[in-house]
């Protein structure tokens, strides 16, 4: 089946600055790539998406790239905020299946 | 449009007990997920159902869960009986349900808190 890594598991970075939030995958067939915010009591919400026929897609502060060859997606988030602080989850399907594996999350604090 | 509900929001019981969660997902959505999510974890999936059918519940501890789609909407999972290690929160999501399914963003409720004494 699929292994979703991530990495950091934390990280702090001060307001206005950018973070990045790293994951890697075992199947070289995924298509679909998922990135999730929670906030604490409440349920995972889905902040973006890439899929595999595109290698970057940006919704204002927030962008995601696809490296298909390396098997590895990133979360870059620009100008940080408060309200960015929460914990952060990639997810990806095995090409057999439908179930989505998620990565073991990484808890993001921005600092003012 | 209403987001995916569940209810309740926190379930303190003892070993060997049993407990029902219940999920109503997003309306015209044909794929609810039920998923387990540790403490300081991602979520994992205990089971997925198309419209009203099983599509795949290899993770699912049979043994102890069990989980039904009432007409192909809402849904319930069960687990009897509960042991320590069943702490977590029980996340239910839905998809539209079109493509591979996977490929489909899923939305989630708030979950549902259980803690075992």
């Known amino acids: 089946g699929e292994n979703v890594e991530q990495h950091p598991s934390t990280l702090s970075v001060q307001e206005g600055d950018s973070a990045v939030i790293k994951c890697t995958y075992s199947?070289?067939?995924?298509?679909?790539f998922p990135w999730y915010k929670q906030e604490l009591g409440k349920g995972p919400q889905l902040i973006i998406d890439?899929?595999?026929?595109?290698g970057e897609k940006k919704d204002q502060r927030i962008a995601v790239t696809l490296n298909k060859t390396a098997k590895h997606f990133s979360l870059h988030i620009t100008e940080t905020q408060p309200e960015d602080s929460a914990v952060y989850f990639c997810?990806?399907?095995?090409?057999?299946?439908?179930?989505?594996?998620f990565g073991g999350g990484t808890r993001v604090l921005v600092k003012p | 449009e209403a987001g995916v509900a569940q209810s309740p929001r926190y379930k303190i019981i003892e070993k060997r007990q049993s407990v029902a969660f219940w999920c109503n997902p997003i309306?015209?959505?044909?794929?609810l997920y039920w998923y387990q999510q540790i403490l300081g974890q991602g979520p994992k999936l205990l089971i997925q159902f198309q419209n009203n059918g099983v599509v795949d519940d290899s993770q699912l501890p049979k043994d102890r869960f069990s989980a039904e789609r009432l007409k192909g909407v809402d849904s319930t999972l069960k687990i009897q009986p509960a042991k320590l290690e069943d702490s977590a929160v029980y996340l239910c999501?839905?998809?539209w349900g079109g493509g591979t399914g996977a490929d489909q963003p899923q939305h989630f409720g708030d979950g549902t808190r259980l803690s075992i004494l």
């Open positions: 309306s015209g959505h044909a794929t």
């Open positions: 997810a990806a399907p095995p090409w057999e299946g439908n179930k989505l594996t």
């Open positions: 199947d070289s067939a995924s298509n679909y």
């Open positions: 890439i899929r595999s026929n595109v």
């Open positions: 999501a839905s998809s």
